[in-house]
């Protein structure tokens, strides 16, 4: 392996400069702009909110739900053996750039997307979901490598403030085209949204140059003389669990993990389809909403990573789980746009807190000797995709059983009691 210098700031900058790349995507596409654009071009007088899929009627909120637990399914299947296989070839850094590359076009061809050409719009939007979602997990396992344990929550807030940096400064220029298009000439209602969605792929791409450029390449695990794929994925696979089982505190860690998951990713990204079906907020007050998460959520990613200090990540990540709880029972009784702007600052500061703390709670698990960490951060990456799957195809049966969107909210704060409990499970167990 090349020689890594833990804790060097300008290694570590340009790791974080891949949240800046990528968060863009989970900004404009997964909740912001492309939620309000599918939902507006999608619902029609004719038909409502019920559009054909491949000859399906479907609801158009529970469709883009479904597609991406499709994606996220699919990528659950395929991580940990993707991950084993780019560990034992020492492919981390190039794999990481095909779901790059595969993310970033998908999100371009979204430019294409229209009511007319809704089945491949749904699945360029499936195909820009997995290129993240496996960019994500090859990031995160360069972090106990760049990173000593003391340093692991400040590092990884980092990237998070990165991320949600980056995306708000692409929000924003998108805002511009989406809230003002005359300055720039533009008719066609439909086309500042999907210039937005252009400017989210080539900002994907062009910024993930930095993280290609200066992330180093990781040699091989093991010896790979005369093996097949099938040998090396099956070697490198069970050579994993076989050291996961060994650590108890990631077996513990990984169920609680993934309850609270299933609540904090569905909300969200369906955040914003639930304040414009219940509040009909419209586009600019539901994206300068959204805006305001991301800003909060810088704030609340340094918040946690500092509060771990002084009690601990396991007994902050309860009273964040708590809060939690609170949004989803407040979400049920959502009333006025005021009540959604204050659940939305509430979100922000325990969105940026939660995602940060997790990623660094399961990296110091991981013993400090182990080279495969890409495989080790497959099977996190593995739970919360699970856990994704799962919310969204909860959220979306719901609705669809009941046309009530806020019954899926209220069913998810379930998901958060039960990830409470294992928390407070281990909290008990660590003092015993």
Not at 242 to 255: A, R, Y
Request: glycine share 6%; proline share 3%.
């Amino acid at each position: 392996m090349e020689a890594i210098a833990k804790n060097n700031k300008k290694l570590i900058r340009s790791w974080a400069m891949f949240d800046w790349a990528n968060s863009a995507y989970n900004l404009v596409i997964t909740s912001t702009i492309f939620p309000v654009y599918y939902t507006a071009i999608t619902t029609t007088k004719e038909h409502g909110d019920v559009v054909n899929f491949f000859g399906f009627e479907i609801v158009n909120t529970a469709l883009s739900n479904f597609s991406l637990a499709a994606a996220y399914l699919l990528m659950s299947f395929s991580l940990p053996f993707i991950s084993s296989y780019a560990d034992a070839k020492g492919l981390k850094k190039q794999i990481m750039k095909l779901f790059t590359y595969v993310g970033a076009i998908a999100c371009m061809c979204l430019f294409f997307f229209k009511l007319e050409t809704l089945e491949i719009g749904i699945v360029c939007f499936a195909l820009a979901a997995m290129g993240y979602i496996g960019g994500v997990l090859f990031n995160n396992s360069y972090l106990p490598l760049l990173a000593t344990v003391d340093q692991q929550d400040r590092v990884s807030a980092q990237g998070f403030a990165f991320g949600y940096i980056g995306c708000v400064t692409l929000q924003i220029l998108c805002f511009i085209v989406v809230l003002k298009p005359e300055w720039f000439g533009i008719t066609d209602p439909s086309l500042p949204a999907r210039i937005s969605f252009l400017m989210v792929g080539l900002w994907w791409l062009g910024f993930s140059m930095i993280p290609f450029k200066h992330l180093p390449k990781i040699e091989p695990t093991g010896n790979n003389l005369g093996k097949s794929f099938v040998q090396n994925v099956r070697d490198e696979f069970n050579h994993v669990i076989h050291e996961i089982k060994g650590i108890p505190e990631i077996k513990q860690f990984l169920p609680a993990f993934f309850f609270y998951a299933i609540g904090v990713q569905t909300l969200m990204i369906v955040a914003s389809s639930f304040g414009e079906k219940i509040l009909h907020l419209g586009a600019e007050r539901l994206i300068a909403t959204i805006l305001l998460i991301q800003l909060v959520a810088i704030l609340g990613a340094f918040l946690m990573s500092y509060l771990s200090k002084l009690f601990g990540n396991i007994k902050v990540l309860i009273v964040v789980v708590m809060i939690w709880i609170s949004i989803c029972i407040a979400a049920f009784y959502l009333s006025t746009p005021m009540q959604f702007y204050i659940i939305a600052a509430l979100v922000g500061l325990v969105m940026g807190g939660i995602q940060s703390l997790s990623r660094s709670t399961y990296s110091k698990l991981i013993p400090t000797d182990i080279k495969d960490t890409t495989a080790f951060f497959s099977f996190y990456d593995v739970t919360e995709k699970v856990a994704i799957v799962i919310g969204l195809f909860s959220f979306g049966l719901i609705e669809q059983i009941t046309h009530n969107i806020r019954y899926s909210a209220l069913v998810l704060s379930l998901f958060f009691v039960i990830g409470l409990l294992l928390l407070v499970r281990i909290l008990i167990s660590n003092k015993s």
